[in-house]
């Protein structure tokens, strides 16, 4: 029997059909709903790398143990890692930021790179790093004491438990580390041979899978060579000679990178990053072709800087060895992106005759130089061209809404409650775990700015921006401009006062809010109480601390705001030291509240906020050395620009800015909520690390 085709029927299937069509995709939203997608370590399970071994029960008792051997291994990790590494760390260590109160920061300024010497010393110096393994190792610990330091006032205690602990970690190494094995032969080669011609191969390339093996042999990893080097050596292997003056620079791709810096960490050897560990197999999606198979660093050491349940992580539980693994993980990361950009200088500009010309008609003697400098391109996050092209897109907000309104700076707390929770069952501190604190400071921004969206607690928010820095002991915090609403903007300085507060807030009516102030934001002691204080500079204090008193708000001839300050002699100590309104920092009371950090709330309403989020296009980051050449005719212009090597100069990169880079959280925000913005539609736009 034949269905008769009329309009009616015709519409009558196509409902069905329809119908049939979205229920399925109802269904299929619904299952993704539910199922659990793992984007920051496995990429949408894109990376499956292999777990870690672990390691022998003696070893592990050093991490797991409440004695004094265990608390000096931990607090002393970073040098014990130094005595029994095989290379050198190349970056400058910032030593002046752990100075005075706050945590130890490990942070590095400048271009960060792995050296590795020769088998034995020149004639006449002392052994160092892999060196030690094979010269004099009769006397071994004490080589190893003496290179990296005996504190002079060290207990007769300390200095019992350091060599157990030396001679403990050279037993277990001995044991199970194909690198110390490989040098282990190298010694006994030059003890039956002291003139032998020997080097050292250490093989770069890797024929198995790096998704499911990652445990080297000694065969796998290095080889020796005795007398001259052959042809079957591949581009990728390292050699290592006898006895020179020269350093050899590891590249970063090499397998034995990382297990060559950290025999704490890797003491089975495990290889490290290396450019064929192919992505996991998955369900080919025909509309979305995939445009690479293979993992990225960044994937990879997002993948193992995760905590697992059911395994031990020696990474996580090192302290400062973990910032130190950290700032070397991203280093790496970055030299490889700016290898890249040195390398694609073609695809960066385009020289034409035309440029030629205007050259050479302005002036310039010398048309060879047009192209030759390195350009440091927009695209690369925190260069020159990066920070203006940004700016030049909040200076397009304000064209549009005007000067924002409210300048806020919310700083992460070590102390939040869910960072207690974390650590309670362990010994460590919230300094020794920056990747925690920087996953805690996004999860809070994000709520932060979808608070004062949604809940409009300052009032209504037509668009914000903000950026992300890293300063002072490395702990992240975020700068904030809020353009507001028409309605909601503060023409008048009566409308201050219900939203910013400088003021004490009474201990038996707000209890919980003058815990937080105390805490939170009283600026200080400085001046004549603590002349060590950041912020003294020429004997005064910069934020010019403490204000004055004052029984109105009102606006100064700058257009700044000075805030309401009446002298209720209400009181608070800190560090034995009396402060009053004149040190309260402003603050919103809901804000402080409910995110518990300093948040400094500021109200603005001029250009100068947007200038101070991208302070760094005029001032830079402080450099360590100034130089300046000058070219074949005195002119300094003429002289070939490297702005890849100025970005190296003036960088500092502390553990918490390594971690938040790692995970590709971004660094500059910006979102326009208003419909009528020139795009016609609503603007979001998130520049990612």
């Known amino acids: 029997?034949?269905?008769?085709?009329?309009?009616?029927?015709?519409?009558?299937?196509?409902?069905?059909?329809?119908?049939?069509?979205?229920?399925?995709?109802?269904?299929?939203?619904?299952?993704?709903?539910?199922?659990?997608?793992?984007?920051?370590?496995?990429?949408?399970?894109?990376?499956?790398?292999?777990?870690?071994?672990?390691?022998?029960?003696?070893?592990?008792?050093?991490?797991?143990?409440?004695?004094?051997?265990?608390?000096?291994?931990?607090?002393?990790?970073?040098?014990?890692?130094?005595?029994?590494?095989?290379?050198?760390?190349?970056?400058?260590?910032?030593?002046?930021?752990?100075?005075?109160?706050?945590?130890?920061?490990?942070?590095?300024?400048?271009?960060?790179?792995?050296?590795?010497?020769?088998?034995?010393?020149?004639?006449?110096?002392?052994?160092?790093?892999?060196?030690?393994?094979?010269?004099?190792?009769?006397?071994?610990?004490?080589?190893?004491?003496?290179v990296f330091g005996v504190t002079s006032n060290k207990s007769q205690v300390d200095e019992t438990i350091d060599v157990e602990l030396i001679q403990q970690i050279k037993d277990m190494l001995d044991l199970e580390n194909p690198f110390v094995k490989i040098?282990?032969?190298?010694?006994?080669?030059?003890?039956?041979?002291?003139?032998?011609?020997?080097?050292?191969?250490?093989?770069?390339?890797?024929?198995?899978?790096?998704?499911?093996?990652n445990l080297p042999t000694c065969s796998e990893v290095a080889a020796l060579i005795v007398g001259d080097i052959t042809d079957c050596l591949d581009r990728s292997d390292i050699i290592v000679h006898t006895q020179t003056c020269n350093l050899i620079r590891i590249s970063e791709l090499h397998p034995p990178y990382l297990p060559l810096q950290y025999p704490l960490l890797f003491p089975f050897g495990d290889d490290g990053y290396h450019v064929d560990i192919p992505h996991r197999e998955l369900p080919h999606d025909k509309k979305k072709p995939k445009k690479r198979n293979l993992c990225t660093m960044r994937e990879f050491f997002s993948y193992r800087i995760q905590d697992r349940e059911g395994c031990f992580s020696l990474i996580h539980n090192l302290r400062r060895l973990f910032q130190q693994f950290l700032v070397d993980a991203y280093t790496m990361i970055e030299s490889e992106r700016l290898f890249f950009i040195r390398s694609h200088q073609k695809n960066l500009r385009c020289e034409t005759f035309e440029n030629l010309k205007n050259v050479?008609?302005?002036?310039?003697?010398?048309?060879?130089?047009?192209?030759?400098?390195?350009?440091?391109?927009?695209?690369?996050?925190?260069?020159?061209?990066?920070?203006?092209?940004?700016?030049l897109d909040v200076m397009s907000l304000c064209k549009w809404f005007g000067y924002p309104d409210f300048f806020i700076t919310i700083t992460c707390n070590p102390k939040w409650p869910e960072v207690k929770r974390f650590l309670k069952d362990t010994t460590l501190k919230a300094e020794d775990r920056p990747d925690i604190l920087c996953r805690l400071f996004k999860i809070k921004l994000d709520a932060f700015v979808k608070d004062l969206k949604d809940k409009s607690i300052l009032g209504k928010v037509l668009a914000d921006v903000y950026t992300v820095e890293f300063q002072k002991r490395g702990l992240p915090h975020a700068h904030v401009c809020l353009f507001m609403h028409p309605d909601d903007k503060v023409p008048t300085v009566d409308k201050i006062d219900p939203v910013i507060c400088v003021e004490i807030p009474d201990e038996i009516e707000d209890p919980?809010?003058?815990?937080?102030?105390?805490?939170?934001?009283?600026?200080?002691?400085?001046?004549?109480?603590?002349?060590?204080?950041?912020?003294?500079?020429?004997?005064?204090?910069?934020?010019?601390?403490?204000?004055?008193?004052?029984?109105?708000?009102?606006?100064?001839?700058?257009?700044?705001?000075?805030?309401?300050?009446?002298?209720?002699?209400?009181?608070?100590?800190?560090?034995?030291?009396?402060?009053?309104?004149?040190?309260?920092?402003?603050?919103?009371?809901?804000?402080?509240?409910?995110?518990?950090?300093?948040?400094?709330?500021?109200w603005c309403n001029q250009a100068g906020s947007i200038k101070y989020l991208f302070k760094y296009i005029n001032k830079g980051p402080d450099r360590a050395t100034l130089l300046l050449k000058q070219g074949n005719n005195g002119d300094p212009l003429n002289e070939d620009t490297d702005e890849i090597k100025e970005y190296y100069d003036c960088r500092y990169v502390s553990a918490c800015e390594a971690s938040w880079r790692i995970f590709s959280y971004d660094v500059h925000y910006q979102v326009c909520y208003q419909a009528t913005f020139p795009s016609s539609r609503t603007t979001k736009r998130r520049l990612w690390c």
């Not at 020769?118 to 052994?127: A, N, Q």
């Open 1 to 146: 029997m034949y269905l008769k085709i009329t309009w009616i029927n015709l519409i009558r299937i196509m409902y069905v059909k329809y119908v049939k069509l979205n229920y399925g995709k109802l269904k299929l939203l619904e299952v993704k709903k539910t199922k659990k997608c793992f984007s920051l370590c496995c990429g949408y399970g894109k990376v499956e790398l292999p777990p870690y071994k672990q390691p022998p029960t003696s070893y592990l008792q050093l991490f797991l143990g409440d004695n004094k051997k265990s608390n000096y291994f931990l607090k002393n990790s970073r040098r014990l890692n130094s005595m029994f590494s095989f290379t050198s760390m190349g970056g400058k260590i910032d030593k002046a930021i752990s100075k005075g109160r706050g945590p130890n920061i490990f942070r590095i300024s400048g271009q960060n790179c792995h050296l590795m010497g020769s088998l034995l010393p020149e004639d006449g110096s002392k052994p160092k790093f892999s060196q030690l393994y094979i010269y004099d190792t009769d006397n071994e610990i004490s080589n190893r004491q003496s």
């Open 183 to 213: 040098y282990r032969m190298a010694k006994n080669c030059f003890q039956e041979d002291p003139h032998v011609n020997l080097k050292l191969q250490l093989i770069g390339k890797r024929d198995i899978d790096g998704r499911t093996y």
């Open 360 to 391: 050479k008609n302005g002036g310039g003697l010398n048309g060879s130089n047009v192209g030759t400098p390195v350009i440091l391109p927009s695209f690369f996050t925190g260069g020159a061209r990066y920070m203006m092209q940004n700016y």
């Open 512 to 602: 919980e809010l003058y815990l937080l102030v105390k805490e939170h934001m009283m600026h200080g002691p400085c001046g004549a109480d603590n002349f060590n204080s950041p912020c003294m500079i020429d004997g005064k204090c910069s934020k010019k601390f403490p204000k004055k008193f004052l029984e109105h708000t009102s606006i100064d001839g700058n257009g700044f705001p000075m805030y309401r300050r009446r002298d209720s002699g209400k009181e608070i100590y800190k560090y034995n030291v009396r402060m009053d309104n004149r040190n309260v920092v402003s603050y919103n009371k809901t804000l402080l509240k409910r995110y518990q950090a300093h948040i400094n709330v500021e």
